[in-house]
């Protein structure tokens, strides 16, 4: 429970200064502006007073109970600070001083040193490294940070781990005239975690949607626990920063955690939470999920009154994959009757630039009885000559009931139509200034619509697959301090799972190759197999499509010459044609388990790296997802007379690389590169695990 740190009864504060430009005068001068309802002691051993509140000289002095102590000392001083608190009986300590674990080796032992001496008295740590937590609740209104915005009260709480992203987070609801229930932006995170906020926000009624922003996932598995049983109760929308390799890199030396990049984003989708790549169509979206239903399905009944800006947001909607389908014609009828004889009385309904309340409430009141509708997108620009103020009362009025999300683009000058926007926000109806953004947050709506909806299909469980001997080939690879498994070792490996490969055999010599060649039949392929060699290809050593003993013996003898000095096997394997090529790979992600990976191989995969990713144990239907997910999908499925591949043995790879990985977790990289697939068959032509 975090209730005394989100709903303090006394705030403390230690390096609470008379400096007005300092972080320990900040905070206190926030406590008073947001009108904070506790009691506040500055700690200082000088001075008597700041900012006209008593100060004491140690927090061992504070007459009364103290909920949350601010730390804001240089960061040698914070062990002692954090022990002071202990004895004091302090329930949290947020600790803004920066200069810790994101600092290197001695702030490292700087921070296990007082979340030692934390644990000791009990004391729950927030920070350090970090900005502190606000709390609109009229019965606190605790603003224990140092961030310049006051917002209003609302029902959106954002936990952001880092501060700059949260304070924009923050600004913008402010921007749009929304409110916030609660922030968190816990910096470096070590005690009171990011889970443990969304858990406790999950409780709290009055948090309608969670806006979350990340870099590192420091425990995914703990996360993916709170995520499902939280996004179970309420939307989480969440922004992954650390998607480009690049950013992943700068991610981790940023806050010094793990995961980020794709596997976040995976964790996401499983979790059911809905991912944003984008900060500001995310808080536009959770204006919209603050105070609307979600919609049952994607079809979208539009009201307009000016041209243009319908014509921009169909645009927008329809890309992100919503219908604008014809209304029935019982609607017709009735709008036939209520709208000006100029107006369009189908989907999109042009109410017309004159039409006032009447019109308007029967347009929505069409949209809301028809039943192929699920949600209502309107463009309202205010025309003077039209009462806007009861068209505004209507629309509120009408969303008051909540049948089906309203969505509003609302084009006026905010000053001359105050009323009317007064009237629009007091009546939740998320208003944007742009079609295209307006549009976009109901496609939010409505893709997390289908995220929650979606079938989570059935993890499959393979019986006729040998555990032990793969377990004991990895055994094995391990005692002897093998990093990359031979050829034998994979192969053996795949035939314990049954993933089909092409049939193989490997020798030592040239004449043992022409023997093996002879006996799987020509034409067959040669490869170098060494650990020494991993792009075999790039090494010279592959020769492929050889027909006869004489070519195979020459290739042989070829590699040799090239290869000379390295000691390798003659891995002899048949030669395959007129099949597409596949990649399916497995990557183990630290405490999380592994991501598997489909997509076309050769120059899809490296080029246009046309691949998707699902974290194991992959279902049946994500299996599926997976193969449908790529861009070059309908090229497997088969388009313009070219034949398709077989689908359900692509399905059935995945789900077995799937179960080897969670068996075996010892594998950290697994290739099946590539695959060669054909209508009744896909087989494994390269395979490699590092382990
Ligand atoms: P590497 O990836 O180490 O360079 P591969 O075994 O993948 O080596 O071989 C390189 C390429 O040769 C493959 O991508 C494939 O196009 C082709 N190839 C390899 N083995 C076969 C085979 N058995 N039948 C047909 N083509 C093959
Ligand atoms: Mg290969």
């Known amino acids: 429970m975090l209730d005394s740190l989100f709903k303090p009864r006394a705030v403390a504060l230690i390096g609470a200064s008379t400096k007005e430009l300092s972080i320990g005068n900040v905070i206190i001068k926030n406590l008073r502006r947001f009108d904070y309802k506790g009691t506040i002691y500055p700690i200082n051993p000088k001075a008597p007073e700041i900012r006209g509140i008593k100060a004491y000289p140690s927090i061992l002095d504070v007459p009364g109970d103290v909920d949350v102590c601010h730390i804001v000392i240089p960061p040698e001083m914070v062990p002692q600070a954090v022990e002071d608190c202990g004895k004091k009986g302090v329930k949290n300590v947020i600790i803004n001083t920066a200069g810790f674990k994101e600092m290197g080796a001695e702030g490292e032992a700087l921070q296990n040193d007082f ?79 990011i889970p443990e906020i969304i858990r406790y926000w999950g409780n709290d009624d009055e948090t309608r949607v969670i806006v979350l922003y990340v870099e590192s996932l420091d425990d995914p598995k703990y996360f993916m626990d709170v995520a499902y049983e939280v996004a179970a109760k309420k939307p989480i929308l969440a922004m992954n920063a650390g998607r480009t390799e690049e950013g992943a890199k700068a991610a981790t030396s940023h806050t010094g955690g793990l995961a980020g ?42 009201i307009t009154n000016t041209g243009g800006p319908a014509i921009i947001a169909t645009d927008t909607l329809v890309e992100g994959g919503l219908e604008i389908p014809p209304l029935s014609e019982r609607a017709e009828k009735v709008l036939k009757e209520t709208m000006f004889a100029s107006a369009s009385i189908n989907n999109p309904i042009d109410v017309v630039a004159t039409a006032g309340a ?14 192929q509708i699920d949600s209502v997108y309107i463009n309202f620009v205010t025309p003077p000559f039209v009462d806007c103020e009861s068209v505004a009362r209507e629309l509120a009025e009408v969303s008051k009931h909540k049948r089906k999300p309203i969505i509003c683009n609302y084009m006026t000058d905010k000053p001359q139509w105050l009323e009317t926007t007064k009237i629009l926000n007091e009546g939740g109806i998320p208003c944007y200034d742009f079609p295209g953004t ?3 947050a109901l496609v939010a709506l409505s893709k997390y619509h289908e995220l929650r909806s979606r079938a989570k299909g059935n993890v499959r469980n393979f019986r006729d697959v040998d555990k032990g001997k793969a377990e004991a080939i990895i055994n094995g690879a391990e005692k002897s301090g ?23 055999k490997i020798v030592s010599s040239t004449d043992n190759a022409v023997a093996a060649a002879e006996s799987l039949g020509y034409p ?35 590699m040799e010459k090239k290869l000379s000095g390295k000691k390798f096997n003659f891995f ?119 382990i």
């Open 115 to 193: 979340v030692e001496r934390g644990k000791k008295f009990g004391v729950r740590i927030f920070g350090p490294n970090c900005q502190g937590i606000i709390n609109t609740d009229p019965e606190f209104k605790a603003y224990c940070d140092f961030t310049f915005t006051y917002p209003k009260p609302g029902h959106i709480s954002i936990v952001a781990q880092s501060g700059g992203v949260g304070a924009v987070i923050m600004q913008n609801f402010f921007d749009l005239d929304v409110g916030m229930r609660m922030y968190a932006s816990n910096g470096n995170a070590c005690d009171i975690s």
């Open 261 to 302: 990049g794709k596997a976040t984003d995976l964790i996401f989708r499983k979790t059911g939470i809905l991912a944003f790549d984008d900060a500001q169509e995310m808080c536009q979206a959770a204006v919209a999920f603050a105070s609307q239903p979600i919609p049952r399905g994607k079809r979208v009944g539009m």
């Open 358 to 371: 009447p019109q308007f409430r029967s347009a929505v009141d069409v949209m809301m009885d028809e039943e």
């Open 438 to 440: 307006a549009a976009k």
């Open 482 to 504: 093998i990093g990359i498994l031979s050829a034998s070792d994979v192969y053996n490996i795949l035939d314990a799972y049954k993933i089909p490969s092409a049939s193989w």
């Open 524 to 558: 067959v392929v040669i490869k170098a197999d060494s650990p020494k060699i991993i792009h075999k290809s790039d090494a010279g050593a592959v020769a492929v499509n050889l027909k006869n003993s004489d070519e195979v013996r020459r290739a042989a003898t070829e």
């Open 572 to 690: 002899v394997q048949k030669f395959l044609t007129g099949g597409k090529e596949l990649i399916i790979g497995a990557k183990a992600e630290a405490n999380l388990g592994h991501l598997v990976m489909f997509g076309m191989g050769g120059i899809y995969v490296e080029i246009l790296k046309d691949v998707s990713f699902e974290l194991a144990p992959v279902t049946d239907t994500e299996a599926n997802e997976m193969i449908n997910s790529i861009k070059m999908a309908p090229l497997l499925k088969g388009v313009r007379g070219q034949k398709g591949i077989f689908i359900k043995g692509a399905v059935e790879i995945l789900e077995r690389i799937s179960q080897l990985v969670s068996d075996v977790p010892a594998i950290q990289e697994l290739d099946l590169n590539p695959l060669f697939a054909f209508e009744d068959k896909i087989v494994a032509v390269d395979a490699r695990i590092k």
